[in-house]
């Protein structure tokens, strides 16, 4: 269905294409570029198991004319995770975009990419990811796109951009029994399961942004936005069963299914030139529309292990009468304050971000305010050949983090090789934890190495 509706889509563009883009003197060269990628890691837990990780062949083609320009990305890969020969193929960019005066269309499967922070921007939230093999694949390489129509209109040196879609594009999600399917809270106890994502409904919200950047004034950057749209990551509801047919005795269980809840987002960033080297950056997002895991206190108390059956009767009552899924919709803002360093060779960064509920639900279990702070060096060597980096995350709330470091270099112009590892550290969040953890990955620690050809 998805290959049919890519297709479709390509087709789509490439009539606009031809009608529209009639230049006026011979083309230049289309630009076809490919690039092969391995990568596959080994578990420091078991120095015996074998991370699976991605065989990847991608193809971008880059025709620009005088009127406007056609980009295609194409990637067919081979997650060994899903099987040892499996192939897949995807489209995540196929767009065309044509040039007026003073303003620029882009038609068609794009990447969007609004953010000021290099890392864990909160308007982010919007892209869609995939998060199946985040921690091998390239940064780049994980943004899909998004069918949108873009307009941008140029006003001196700033530029508005207006966003239509739709239909949202969710994020690719590992599958329920993959080493990297995300903590999600439930009461403690009780037996989980995950609604195939293939199964749900189609996502019908349409969706629309405007966004504004100004050029340089001085040394400062704005931006600000107003959007209503989709985040690509879901919460998930929650249907508990006490008594299985045919059980006179509980037997509960849990059904998650994924829910995308669209809605008003107010975006404003700025970057601050503080010196040649020196930037200092923040933004936020107020979302007036989140939804957050409402667990009510009676379930997260009771010892489903060792029942109490007295206290059944109520419990049923709560799971009866439940009608949104145990999930509470409240406003959220999430901020990002940071600052980098960039030298001839060396680059230094740091930042905090912090995710904020200022008027939740009594029994909605996520912190009021959850933190995060991280910290980044990178360097390169031997004429930019060689780079290495290392990044560290800390999440106070929880006490865990997450260390990882890369290196690569550059064997020839067309090759590159790579090796790199990550570290998660901290304690096992609760069964009722309701942020993402990294100590729920510990035994997910890996070291790592790939191979690219440019071609």
């Known amino acids: 269905m998805h290959l049919t509706i890519f297709s479709r889509l390509l087709s789509l563009l490439i009539a606009v294409f031809t009608v529209l883009l009639i230049p006026s ?12 990628h391995l990568l596959a890691g080994v578990s420091f837990s078991n120095p015996d198991e074998w991370v699976p990780g991605v065989q990847r062949i991608s193809i971008h083609l880059d025709q620009r004319f005088d009127r406007g320009r056609f980009f295609v990305r194409t990637d067919i890969r081979n997650r060994f995770e899903a099987s040892a020969d499996s192939l897949e193929w995807m489209l995540p960019e196929a767009w065309l975009e044509l040039y007026f005066t003073n303003s620029d269309l882009r038609i068609g499967r794009q990447v969007l990419q609004p953010g000021h922070s290099p890392f864990q ?14 921690l091998l694949e390239p940064d780049p390489q994980l943004r899909r796109g998004t069918v949108v129509l873009a307009y ?20 690719l999600l590992p599958r329920p029994d993959s080493r990297w399917f995300v903590h999600i809270p439930v009461p403690a106890g009780i037996p989980v399961r995950v609604d195939a ?24 950057e704005l931006q600000a936005g107003v959007l209503y749209w989709t985040p690509s990551t879901p919460a998930y509801r929650k249907k508990i069963r006490i008594f299985s047919p045919g059980n006179p005795l509980p037997s509960p269980d849990i059904l998650l299914t994924e829910q995308f809840t669209p809605g008003w987002i107010a975006t404003a960033a700025f970057s601050l030139q503080l010196s040649t080297a020196l930037t200092a950056t923040a933004e936020a997002a107020w979302f007036r529309e989140r939804a957050f895991d409402r667990i009510p ?3 997260l108390s009771f010892e489903w292990n060792e029942p109490d059956l007295t206290l059944i009767p109520s419990i049923t009552e709560i799971i009866a009468t439940e009608a949104d899924g145990f999930l509470s919709v409240h406003s959220a803002v999430e901020t990002v304050i940071g600052v980098r360093y960039s030298g001839s060779l060396l680059t230094l960064g740091g930042q905090w971000s912090a995710q904020i509920i200022p008027d939740p639900h009594p029994d909605v279990i996520q912190d009021s305010i959850f933190h995060q702070l991280a910290a980044t060096v990178r360097r390169d060597l031997f004429r930019q050949r060689l780079s290495s980096d290392l990044t560290i995350v800390y ?20 090759v590159n090789v790579s090796v790199g590892a990550h570290f998660f550290g901290g304690p096992l969040p609760q069964a ?17 190495a790939g191979i690219r050809f440019f071609f």
């Open 25 to 36: 003197r011979t083309p230049a060269q289309p630009d076809l570029r490919g690039e092969y």
């Open 121 to 134: 921007a909160p308007v982010d939230r919007i892209q869609p990811v995939d998060l199946r093999n985040f």
């Open 152 to 171: 941008s209109y140029y006003l001196g040196d700033s530029r508005f951009r207006l966003l239509l879609s739709p239909a949202p594009t969710p994020s």
């Open 197 to 220: 994502a293939e199964n749900r409904r189609g996502i019908r919200h349409p969706q629309f942004a405007l966004l504004w950047e100004s050029g340089n004034i001085g040394p400062l």
């Open 297 to 299: 206190k009676p379930l």
């Open 395 to 414: 999440q106070p709330n929880g006490k865990d983090f997450w260390i990882r470091t890369g290196h690569s270099y550059d064997l020839m112009d067309n």
């Open 432 to 448: 009722n934890y309701g942020h993402p953890s990294f100590g729920s990955y510990r035994s997910n620690s890996l070291i790592y």
